[in-house]
């Protein structure tokens, strides 16, 4: 978990804070917040060949569908890198700055009711 927390505050652009120890549902692993940056222009991201859309991709995949893409300037994402029996989890909770602090308190309701089986 320390590992990928590490890498990923490190990557550019993304005003990264730094991972603090956390433990959801049981499991422990990291926490941290990163953001787009406010005056991000997706004009100047790269363009997806399939599509011709420009994305500001945080992480490439090597699974399909495991892309981590974001939709605009200042958006920000939660992350919980966890350790869930063995096996690394990355819960990425997100929302945009025009977000209502009420909307946040019930993506973060919603979060604390995660539990694994």
Not at 4 to 19: E, G, H, I
Not at 56 to 73: H, K, L, M, N
Request: aromatic share 8%.
């Amino acid at each position: 978990m320390d590992e990928l927390a590490s890498v990923l505050a490190r990557r550019p652009l993304r005003n990264a804070t730094a991972p603090v120890d956390v433990t959801l549902a049981g499991y422990h692993g990291k926490y941290m917040v990163w953001s787009v940056p406010d005056d991000m222009d997706f004009a100047d991201c790269d363009v997806d060949p399939g599509d011709g859309v420009n994305y500001f991709e945080s992480w490439t995949a090597s699974i399909v569908g495991g892309d981590r893409y974001q939709q605009g300037p200042g958006q920000v994402d939660e992350l919980w890198i966890l350790d869930v029996d063995g096996q690394r989890l990355v819960i990425d909770a997100t929302h945009m700055p025009a977000t209502s602090m009420a909307d946040v308190a019930e993506l973060h309701s919603i979060l604390r009711t995660i539990k694994f089986e």
